[in-house]
T-cell receptor
Framework: DSGVTQTPKHLITATGQRVTLRCSPR?????VYWYQQSLDQGLQFLIH???????AKGNILERFSAQQFPDLHSELNLSSLELGDSALYFC????????????FGDGTRLSIL | QKEVEQDPGPLSVPEGAIVSLNCTYS??????FMWYRQYSRKGPELLMY????GNKEDGRFTAQVDKSSKYISLFIRDSQPSDSATYLC???????????FGQGTRLTINP
């Protein structure tokens, strides 16, 4: 058990809808990272938050947004969903931006019908 | 060209064999190297984390980094069926905020 908790484990929704994925980092970790894993692209970095502030963006679509709350949990919001957004979404945490390594949760599987 | 290249396999070996998994990377600025293991329907689990060139050993696992040739390896000794998983290499450079992953190698250990 990595200590990183993600909910829900599985989401099934339709195109055009909006969903929110939740992540609770390991106790004491201030950094939260979001990744998307698909069969063709592998694991791709989306965004990083440190202690409530956005620190880095990767290949994140404009339809996607994230935030980190004062209690350090984070949410990834996906809107106007398309079939191609079907993937596994992982959250990882570390104690600081420069203090690797990152520990991953078990992900949320998003299925768009 | 991808920043980190990894043969996706699949790789199938008999129990007890020595397994060698490899990645190459293109950016010489990469300084940190990791191996993650991912079981089906689970998140990546950190196996090895190293900074410098050379070998790092942890039980049956040895990580090897050769910065001169931009080559990283993971060796598994006395492989077990429970080692069957996808193995992902990952890198980053000082100050970077994201991990760059290889595609992952799917490994099966046959009893």
């Amino acid at each position: 058990d990595s200590g990183v908790t993600q909910t829900p484990k599985h989401l099934i929704t339709a195109t055009g809808q909006r969903v929110t994925l939740r992540c609770s980092p390991r106790s004491g970790d201030l950094s939260v990272y979001w990744y998307q894993q698909s069969l063709d692209q592998g694991l791709q970095f989306l965004i990083h938050y440190y202690n409530g502030e956005e620190r880095a963006k990767g290949n994140i679509l404009e339809r996607f947004s994230a935030q980190q709350f004062p209690d350090l949990h984070s949410e990834l919001n996906l809107s106007s969903l398309e079939l191609g957004d079907s993937a596994l979404y992982f959250c990882a945490s570390s104690s600081s931006p420069s203090n690797q390594p990152q520990h991953f949760g078990d992900g949320t599987r998003l299925s768009i019908l | 060209q991808k920043e980190v290249e990894q043969d996706p396999g699949p790789l199938s070996v008999p129990e007890g064999a020595i397994v060698s998994l490899n990645c190459t990377y293109s950016n010489s600025a990469f300084q940190y190297f990791m191996w993650y293991r991912q079981y089906s329907r689970k998140g990546p689990e950190l196996l090895m984390y190293t900074y410098s060139s050379g070998n790092k050993e942890d039980g049956r696992f040895t990580a090897q980094v050769d910065k001169s040739s931009k080559y990283i390896s993971l060796f598994i000794r006395d492989s077990q069926p429970s080692d069957s998983a996808t193995y992902l290499c990952a890198t980053l450079f000082q100050g970077a905020q994201k991990l760059v992953f290889g595609q992952g190698t799917r490994l099966t250990i046959n009893p």
